[in-house]
DNA sequence: CTGTGTGAACATCTTCACAGCT
DNA sequence: AGCTGTGAAGATGTTCACACAG
């Protein structure tokens, strides 16, 4: 297949032809008319776009059960994310290989971070631990982390950070599942109208995604 | 502290506190002209909205090191989850504790959902796994997935799924760092106007919460 | 003729600004 | 006087529909 178009690409994604269209606009006339667009020129270009195209080293600090599934983690490499190194606070745990990668003590971090010119780094530490970490990658060169740690990270000026926390998607589903359960029992007034509404109007569009709103703090 | 206003908790949240009124307002009119928010009522009535006063059984499927992370996650309990079970393939594991609770065999599988009433599964399975345990959750009756595996799921209507893919997030830091290093060098054309300019203006927001167009693929 | 690229229309979301309750 | 709750204005996002390139 090696062309496509907007229509076959918009089906396979769930989303209406003309945001797509309008979307890859945004990164160039990439298509040709009457054809459709270079399946290959075209994952080029949103590769590129997007930064897959890049070699990203990455350093995983906290090696415990959730450090491990991520230095595991299969589709890191496939989107130009290399594990550059695996750190750990526990001594007992130094030169024991994990996904291949032998794991080093937390003393080294700031030498790794130079080392290999990391500028991406994930945190899957314990809380407590979470902001002293993260202040010595900053302080390393680190401008951008990933925190699976739950607590609110504070970081300087031109540091990005975004928090993953595993429990919101499972809070996503449980509030469509309270509402599949409550949907003509809602007769008994427990939803004031509007609130109701807004939510059958979610569970309308297509799946649950419907996302919490923004202003529901972490 | 007893009661709150609008303009705080939008200051915590960094959002603008027109917004946080309207958007509690779908909830009902839980707030006191001239004084703001009793807090503990608040918390009840937004709790209750989200499902968070319910007792929300769930099994875990696929007890590897990312299944181990997730039964360990103390999040879940705080939010109402309760992990009723964790569900293994391999024999080996059956018995084994894992966050104190004993592994049990896939062959259970059905008998286990019923006996707790479980509607909400977690799939931490390997990709090769993750249709087939979801048809038997399916058919066990669950109804609202949580998909860690990376593939896409086919459920039949009136299931809900949702897929958590660990990288995307590192994408979107790797997206914003990759603009800070290009700041300035965007004027040697590499990027068409338009896509700079929307770019540029993504990154203005705070943070980088600006998430990738809601077309890509997963 | 087919299917892109895009102004213009429409829809939704956010913010403003203020009436009205406490 | 202070702060909510909410219409109306403004901003942003999506879809329509069609001129035009191949």
Not at 32 to 54: A, C, H, K, M
Request: net charge negative.
């Amino acid at each position: 297949m090696p062309t496509v178009s907007s229509e076959e690409l918009a089906a396979a994604a769930g989303v209406n032809s003309a945001k797509l269209r309008k979307d890859f606009s945004y990164l160039g006339s990439y298509g040709t008319r009457g054809v459709g667009y270079d399946v290959e020129y075209l994952v080029y270009q949103i590769s590129r776009e997007l930064g897959l195209t890049q070699d990203w080293p990455v350093v995983i600090v906290g090696i415990g059960n959730l450090g491990a599934a991520l230095a595991n983690y299969g589709g890191f490499a496939s989107r130009g994310f290399r594990v550059a190194a695996l750190i750990d606070a526990d001594p007992a745990m130094a030169g024991k290989p994990v996904a291949g990668i032998p794991v080093q003590h937390t003393d080294d971090l700031e030498k790794i971070i130079q080392d290999n010119g990391v500028s991406i780094g994930v945190i899957a530490t314990p809380a407590g631990a979470a902001q002293q970490v993260c202040d010595r990658l900053v302080a390393a060169g680190v401008t951008s982390i990933l925190n699976f740690a739950p607590t609110v990270l504070n970081v300087p000026e031109g540091v990005d950070v975004r928090k993953v926390d595993l429990s919101i998607e499972l809070q996503i589903l449980a509030f469509h599942e309270q509402r599949k359960a409550g949907e003509e029992a809602a007769a008994d007034g427990a939803l004031p109208g509007a609130a109701a509404a807004a939510a059958r109007k979610a569970a309308a569009d297509q799946g649950p995604d419907g996302d919490v709103p923004a202003v529901m703090p972490a």
